[in-house]
């Protein structure tokens, strides 16, 4: 299990359901997620998070979630970003 200290203030706060299950690996499950005011969002939750195991499909979620990626410069001089929204934090999970 991974042992990793959050800054509280950094998460992005979200909630909402989920709306359906893109790819599910042994480290990780892809899906997207509606929230009230974002909108529909992809989302990943990694083996140690709870959601892993019990996500629900049209369960009500309150999330904590951190953007992560990184940038890709090309030597064109494009610049390629590639960012993912992985939860850190379930405050609420469905009843």
Known sequence: ?????????????????VK???SKSYTKIMFTFEDEIH????LVAHYDSILY????RKGK??????????VNHKESGQIFT???LVVRKVVQPPR
């Open 1 to 17: 299990m991974r042992k990793e200290i959050y800054d509280e203030s950094r998460l992005i706060e979200l909630c909402g359901t």
């Open 20 to 22: 359906r299950f893109i």
């Open 39 to 42: 909108g529909e969002l992809i």
């Open 53 to 56: 195991y019990n996500l629900k």
């Open 61 to 70: 979620y309150r999330l904590f979630v951190a953007l992560k990626g990184h």
């Open 82 to 84: 590639n960012n993912a």
